[in-house]
């Protein structure tokens, strides 16, 4: 590690196993604030399996997470859920806004999730969705809107409470290269600016290239490319 500290986020040597399937088999992981690190490799490596481990979201079979200097497994169900909460964003490849609220109500709603009084939670999310470039559909529902606004949207939401730590997988998927380029754009720039750190899952070079660092995971184990690990 770099004099900038203690890692914020760390795995090590991780096991997970699906029935008879070894999801990851040994992997590593480490990322620093501010940092944004591809996570890389053939389908079916353990990418998204790594995500979830570092996320709280899987617990692992053997091996440990430590958030911070704090061990995953060593907090309840409810100290984990609340971590999510409230120092973690999502944003996944498709699906993740409620198509019931608008545009606005969704960017705004994990912080009224976290009580901050509707006005102010209605504020800053209009605040995100400008700079995002998206303030234009505030009020219309996601199903309104082009798969580049959905995701542009649905980064606004991520970010909108500052987490430390936003977990991205695939999040330019579903999109053409140029609105993808622009997603990954605005993403990072928002990320660098509130120092998040960002653990980006991904199969695609071009949007590798977005990261400082790369780690490339194969047949469950997790290397990284800078040798830090
Ligand atoms: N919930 C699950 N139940 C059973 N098997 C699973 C589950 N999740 C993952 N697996 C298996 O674990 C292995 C790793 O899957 P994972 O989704 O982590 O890979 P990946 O690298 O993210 O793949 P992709 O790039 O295709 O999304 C695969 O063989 C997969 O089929």
Redesign the pocket.
Same mark, same amino acid.
């Given at each position: 590690m770099t004099e900038s500290g203690p890692a914020l986020l760390s795995a090590r040597d991780l096991h +997970?196993r699906?029935?008879s399937?070894?999801?990851?088999a040994g992997a590593d992981f480490t990322i620093s604030a501010g940092e944004v690190v591809a996570v890389m =490799?053939? #389908? =079916?490596? =353990? +990418? #998204?399996?790594?995500?979830?481990c570092l996320a709280g979201i *899987?617990a692992p079979d053997s091996g440990r997470v430590a958030y911070r200097g704090r061990e995953l497994s060593a907090l309840s169900d409810a100290e984990r859920s609340a971590l999510r909460r409230e120092e973690f964003g999502f944003v996944f490849q498709f699906g993740q806004l409620v198509p019931e609220l608008t545009c606005q109500e969704n960017v705004a709603l994990p912080l009224r999730l976290a009580g901050v009084p509707r006005k102010t939670a209605e504020a800053r999310a209009v605040e995100w969705l400008a700079r995002l470039e998206v303030d234009e559909v505030a009020a219309k529902r996601p199903g309104q809107l082009s798969g580049g606004q959905g995701q542009r949207v649905a980064v606004a939401r991520a970010l909108v409470n500052d987490p430390r730590v936003l977990f991205a997988?695939?999040p330019t998927g579903a999109l053409d290269s140029l609105n993808g380029e622009r997603v990954m754009r605005l993403l990072v720039d928002a990320a660098r600016e509130t120092g998040t750190g960002v653990v980006l *899952?991904t199969?695609e070079t071009r949007v590798a290239a977005y990261s400082d660092r790369e780690v490339v995971?194969r047949d =469950?184990r997790a290397r990284d490319l800078a040798g830090a690990v």
């Open positions: +997970k699906y029935g399937t070894p999801a990851l =490799g053939p #389908s =079916g490596s =353990g +990418k #998204s399996t790594l995500l979830h *899987v997988d695939e *899952v199969h995971v =469950g």
